[in-house]
C-alpha cells in the first residue's frame, strides 16, 4: 500500500501546483497584443481546422518575425485546442479572455453563437469570418461581433444566383429541384431560412438532405435518396470529414459534377481530391486567393516554415483552407493596424480593436501592398454592415487543384439585407434585454 | 489513529442514526462545505468558477442522478445525456413561456418533465435487465435526440437549431444570460447540488433507497419481502431522471448558455456513466470524485504546461491528456474495480488503524 500512499501524495502536491497556477492570473507581456486562437487540430473536423489553424498561426507568425509585429509591437499567439467542441471552445475562451485577448475566432458556428452574448459583457469583439450567425451582420444589433467578408446567407444568394445563371436566368428556375445536402448542427441550418424563402420566390424546390455529425462518413441513405429524387443541382454545405465522404458518394452514384457546388468551407483541397478523377468538375464557393502565387505567402514560406516555426507541411501552402486562414489573419492584422492608428497607442485592447475592425478599410492598394494583390475581394466594414456582403467566385476542380471558374458574383444583397435586418431584430427581441449600441462608430 | 470513533458515545437512537454518526465525518464535511461556499469564492477567478467548478458540480450531480438508478437500483442506463438534454428543453420553454418567473425555480421545476419521460422509458426494465436494458435507454438517447434536432417548437424556431439562454433575474441579481457573474452561478449550482446531494444522502438510507437496493441485490427476493418491483423500478427511473433533468438544465442556465442538441448526445452519457463507474456504484461521495476525475483533470493537464511556462503545441497537449487519462482510467479499474468511492474507504480504514496496523 506504499505506493497509493505515494501516488495520493504525488496527485496531492501536484494538484497543489497546478491550481496555485491557475488561481493567480498569468501575468502577460507589456508590450505585446495578445492574440488567442481557437484551432482544432484533433477530433473528426480535423482534416479542415488543421489547414485554417496553420494559415492563421503562420501569416501572424511571419509578420512577427519579418516585421517585428504590428506597428512595432509583437503579437502574442496562443493557440487553444478546441476540438469543434462548444464546451471545450467556451472554457479555452475563460481561460484566456482575461489575459488581454484582442479578437476570438471560434471556427465553429456552435462556439460562436456561445461567445456572442459574452462579447459585449467581456468587451471583446468576435471575429468570425464567413461563418456563424449570418444576423450578426447587422452592426446596430451586433456592435461586437464581425463576418466579413459574407454571411452565409450572402452564400446562399450567390449559389442560386450561379445556378441561375447556368440555366439562362433565374425565371428558368421555375420547377427546378434543388438538393441541399448539410451538417445537421447550428452549420448547416443557417441558410435554410434564405434558401426557403428563394425558393418561393424562384418557384424552384429545395430538397434537404441532413446529415448528422455521428453520420458524417456514412451518407449512403442520403444519396440513395439523392438518387431517387434527382435534383438537378445539388449543394453542400458541409465541414471536416462530410465533405471527402459527400463527393465519394456523388461521384459514385455519378452525379453530374459540374452541378454540384460546395460552400466555401467545402472547398478544400483534400475534400476535393477525395473523389479521385470523378471528382473532376466539382465546384465550391470562395472568397480567399488561390494558388500559392503571392508575395506574402512567399514570406510566410521563407520566414516560417523553411525555418522551423511551424508545423505546416509546405506543400499546403496555397491550400483553399490554408489561404482562408491566412486572410482571417490578415483581417486581424489589419483591425489591430487600424485600431493603433485610430487610437494611437502601441498596445490595443478589445475594445481598440472593436473600432478598427469596424473601420476596417481593406482595399486594393493595400492589398497589394501586403503583398496579396488579388487575394481576396475589397473589403470595407461599416458600423451598419459588419459583413461587406462581398462578392465570391465559383472555384471548380479540374482533378488536380482548383481553378477559378467564375468572376466575382454579388449577392442578392437587396434580397439577403432586409432579412438580415429581420433577423437581428427578432434575436434581439428573443434575447430581451438585448442591450442597445452605445458604441461610438469610428467612421 | 486519526479516524477513530472510540469514545463517542451515542445517547439515543436519534443521535445513532444521523445521517454523520461520527464527529471526524461532521467535521470533514463541514471543511468541504466552508472550502465551496467561502473559500472557493473569495479566492478563485472566474476561470476556475466556469470552467473548472461549475461544469464540476453539474456533472456531480448528474453522477449522482444516474447512480441512484445504476448504483442503488442496478437498472443500466445510456440514456443519461438525453434525460439532461430533456431538463434543459424543458426549462429552456418554460422560461420562454413564463418569461417573468424565477428561472431557479424553472430549472427545478423542469427536472419533472424529465421526470415523466424517464418513468416512461423505465418501463421496459420491468421485462429485461442488464445490458438488454442498456440497449432499450440506448434507444431512449437517440430518440430524445433527433427530438431534439427535429421538433423546431423546441427551440423556438431558432434557425440554427440551438437554444440560447435569455436574460433573466432573479432577487435583484442577474442570475443567467452572458451578464450573469460567474460568482452568482456558482453559488445557484453549489446550492441546488448540494439539496439534491443532501436529500438524496437522506432518501437513499431510508426505506426507498433499501428497497431500490433491495432489487438491485436480488430482485425475485425482494418481491418476495413484499418490494413491488414496478414502482421501484419506476421510481428510480423518475427520481434519477429527475436529478439529471435538473443537472442538464443547470449546464445550459449556468454553465454553457447556449447549447446544440449535440451537447446532449452520446457521449455525454458515456462520460457520466464513467464518473459514476470510476467514481464507485452506489456511492454519492463517488459521484463527486467520478465527476473530479473525468472533467477536471483533463482541463488541469491542458493548462498546467501553459501555467508553468513550457511551450507544447495545443494538439499535442491534446493528445497527452487523453492518453494520460485513458491510463489513469485503466490503472484506477485494475487498483480498484470499486472505484473512489471503495479506494476511500480504505484509506479511511488505514487512518483508524494507524500506526499500528493489523
Request: proline letters at 5%.
Amino acid at each position: 500500500m506504499k505506493s497509493i500512499k505515494q501516488i495520493a501524495l504525488g496527485t496531492a502536491v501536484a494538484l497543489g501546483v497546478g491550481f496555485s497556477g491557475l488561481a493567480t492570473t498569468v501575468a502577460q507581456a507589456e508590450d505585446a497584443n495578445y492574440v488567442p486562437l481557437l484551432t482544432y487540430r484533433t477530433g473528426p473536423f480535423a482534416a479542415s481546422g488543421i489547414h485554417i489553424a496553420n494559415g492563421m498561426h503562420d501569416y501572424l507568425k511571419m509578420l512577427n518575425e519579418r516585421d517585428g509585429g504590428i506597428g512595432g509591437v509583437k503579437l502574442e499567439l496562443e493557440e487553444c485546442e478546441t476540438g469543434y467542441n462548444a464546451q471545450k471552445g467556451v472554457e479555452c475562451y475563460e481561460a484566456t479572455k482575461g489575459k488581454g485577448a484582442l479578437v476570438y475566432n471560434p471556427y465553429s458556428t456552435g462556439i460562436t453563437l456561445q461567445l456572442i452574448p459574452k462579447a459585449g459583457v467581456d468587451k471583446i469583439p468576435v471575429l468570425s469570418m464567413g461563418y456563424g450567425l449570418s444576423a450578426a451582420a447587422d452592426g446596430s444589433v451586433f456592435p461586437w461581433v464581425f463576418n466579413v467578408p459574407d454571411t452565409y446567407w450572402d452564400g446562399a444568394s450567390v449559389v442560386i444566383k450561379y445556378i441561375g445563371e447556368q440555366e439562362g436566368g433565374l425565371d428558368n428556375l421555375k420547377g427546378k429541384k434543388i438538393g441541399y445536402i448539410f451538417l445537421d448542427a447550428g452549420y448547416g441550418r443557417e441558410p435554410i431560412p434564405l434558401l426557403e424563402q428563394l425558393a418561393e420566390k424562384y418557384g424552384f424546390e429545395l430538397l434537404q438532405y441532413p446529415v448528422g455529425v455521428k453520420e458524417m462518413q456514412n451518407q449512403s441513405s442520403q444519396w440513395l435518396n439523392v438518387r431517387r429524387d434527382r435534383p438537378d443541382y445539388m449543394v453542400m454545405w458541409g465541414w471536416g470529414a462530410m465533405n471527402p465522404t459527400a463527393i465519394k458518394e456523388a461521384v459514385k452514384i455519378r452525379f453530374p459534377m459540374d452541378k454540384f457546388i460546395g460552400v466555401w468551407w467545402s472547398a478544400g483541397d483534400d475534400d476535393a481530391a477525395a473523389g479521385g478523377e470523378g471528382a473532376k468538375g466539382y465546384k465550391a464557393m470562395n472568397f480567399s486567393g488561390v494558388g500559392s502565387d503571392f508575395p506574402a505567402l512567399d514570406d510566410i514560406k521563407k520566414h516560417v516554415v523553411d525555418a522551423g516555426l511551424s508545423s505546416t507541411d509546405a506543400s499546403s501552402i496555397g491550400g483553399t483552407l490554408y489561404n482562408r486562414g491566412v486572410l482571417n489573419s490578415v483581417i486581424i492584422a489589419e483591425g489591430i493596424r487600424t485600431a493603433q492608428e485610430l487610437t494611437g497607442k502601441k498596445v490595443i485592447t478589445g475594445e481598440d480593436m472593436r473600432m478598427g475592425l469596424e473601420a476596417l478599410n481593406l482595399d486594393e492598394a493595400r492589398l497589394k501592398e501586403l503583398g496579396l494583390a488579388g487575394f481576396a475581394h475589397p473589403m470595407k466594414v461599416t458600423c451598419e454592415d459588419h459583413a461587406g456582403s462581398h462578392p465570391v467566385f465559383i472555384q471548380e476542380w479540374d482533378g488536380k487543384q482548383w481553378r477559378q471558374a467564375s468572376g466575382w458574383i454579388e449577392p442578392m444583397t437587396d434580397l439577403v439585407r432586409p432579412l438580415l435586418e429581420a433577423a437581428a431584430a427578432e434575436y434581439a427581441e428573443k434575447n430581451a434585454p438585448w442591450p442597445a449600441r452605445t458604441e461610438p462608430c469610428p467612421n | 489513529m486519526f479516524y477513530r470513533e472510540a469514545g463517542q458515545f451515542k445517547t439515543s437512537y436519534k443521535a445513532d442514526q444521523a445521517l454523520m454518526p461520527i464527529l471526524q465525518d461532521r467535521v470533514g464535511l463541514l471543511v468541504i462545505l466552508a472550502v465551496a461556499f467561502v473559500v472557493i469564492p473569495v479566492f478563485a477567478n472566474d476561470f476556475f468558477l466556469t470552467s473548472i467548478m461549475i461544469p464540476f458540480l453539474v456533472f456531480s450531480l448528474a453522477a449522482i442522478g444516474l447512480n441512484v438508478l445504476t448504483g442503488f437500483c442496478g437498472q443500466l442506463s445510456l440514456g443519461t445525456g438525453a434525460f439532461m438534454g430533456v431538463g434543459a428543453y424543458a426549462a429552456y420553454k418554460l422560461t420562454s413561456i413564463f418569461p417573468d418567473a424565477n428561472v431557479i425555480l424553472m430549472v427545478l421545476l423542469s427536472g419533472v418533465f424529465s421526470a415523466a419521460i424517464g418513468a416512461v422509458f423505465g418501463l421496459p426494465s420491468l421485462r429485461i435487465k442488464g445490458l438488454y436494458l442498456a440497449v432499450t435507454t440506448l434507444a431512449a438517447q437517440f430518440f430524445l435526440e433527433w427530438c431534439f434536432i427535429r421538433i423546431p417548437w423546441l427551440y423556438n424556431y431558432n434557425a440554427s437549431g440551438a437554444i440560447e439562454i435569455p436574460h433573466r433575474e432573479a432577487f435583484g441579481v442577474v442570475v443567467s444570460g452572458a451578464e450573469a457573474t460567474p460568482i452568482v452561478r456558482y453559488f445557484i449550482v453549489l446550492g441546488i447540488t448540494a439539496l439534491i446531494a443532501y436529500l438524496m444522502a437522506n432518501v437513499l438510507r431510508g426505506r426507498i433507497g433499501r428497497s431500490w437496493m433491495m432489487i438491485r441485490d436480488m430482485d425475485i427476493a425482494a418481491e418476495l419481502m413484499g418490494i413491488r418491483p414496478l414502482q421501484t423500478k419506476l421510481m428510480a427511473f423518475a427520481v434519477s431522471s429527475y436529478i439529471c433533468g435538473v443537472a442538464g438544465a443547470m449546464m445550459v442556465f449556468f454553465w454553457l448558455n447556449a447549447a446544440e442538441p449535440s451537447s446532449y448526445s452520446i457521449s455525454l452519457s458515456f462520460q457520466i456513466l464513467f464518473m459514476v463507474i470510476l467514481g464507485g456504484l452506489g456511492s454519492l461521495s463517488g459521484a463527486f470524485m467520478g465527476a473530479a476525475f473525468i472533467w477536471i483533470l483533463p482541463v488541469f493537464l491542458k493548462f498546467i504546461p501553459g501555467t508553468i511556462g513550457i511551450n507544447v503545441a495545443a494538439e499535442t497537449v491534446e493528445h497527452i491528456t487523453f492518453m494520460i487519462v485513458g491510463a489513469l482510467i485503466i490503472f484506477f479499474l485494475i487498483v480498484e474495480p470499486h472505484g473512489f468511492a471503495r479506494l476511500w474507504q480504505i484509506a479511511k480504514q488505514k487512518l483508524r488503524v494507524w500506526p499500528f496496523p493489523y
